[in-house]
């Protein structure tokens, strides 16, 4: 009988101890999978500084395309060319735009030699845009007193896929 006693109570140390060292994995387990799961792994801080430097002191080199606005003043003045007057224009209808005017002057020569039967030569604009960037022209079609009136019109403009509707007023 003792010795029943005493292995009784050495299973229930046994079992006593196998259950606290259960618990306390568990628990270890339950506080290291709770702090690692709420930190950040790593942090991407967030960039403030500028893409590119040029600097002061060059030190002899040569930077270049440091004012890069200078090489689109490229003056394409067009001396032969019958540029329209737009102070009258109130809404149009932008059919190309380039800033070539060797561009404009092939899609206006292709536009009026194919679709002459369409289009009347003075519904056509010519005009261009001088800005600090560079110089931009443009073919525009027929002058409309309201956007309406020139919307209505492009529903039914066969000549360009998508409109464009120029408020030269503002």
Do not use: H, W
Not at 85 to 109: A, G, P, V, W
């Amino acid at each position: 009988m003792i010795k029943r006693i005493i292995f009784k109570r050495k299973n229930n140390y046994i079992l006593k101890y196998t259950l606290f060292l259960l618990l306390f994995i568990i628990i270890f387990y339950l506080i290291s999978f709770y702090y690692f799961s709420s930190r950040e792994y790593f942090v991407i801080p967030k960039f403030t500084d500028k893409y590119f430097v040029i600097p002061t002191n060059k030190e002899g080199e040569v930077v270049d395309y440091l004012d890069k606005k200078s090489l689109n003043k490229i003056d394409n003045e067009i001396q032969d060319f019958d540029f329209k007057n737009i102070d009258e224009l109130d809404f149009t209808i932008q059919l190309y735009s380039n800033d070539n005017f060797e561009n404009i002057n092939k899609y206006l020569n292709n536009l009026l030699e194919n679709k002459k039967e369409i289009i009347d030569y003075e519904d056509i604009f010519v005009f261009y845009k001088k800005t600090e960037i560079g110089t931009q022209y443009f073919i525009t079609y027929k002058n409309y007193i309201s956007k309406n009136n020139a919307s209505e019109a492009c529903d039914l403009l066969t000549i360009v896929k998508s409109c464009i509707i120029l408020n030269l007023q503002n």
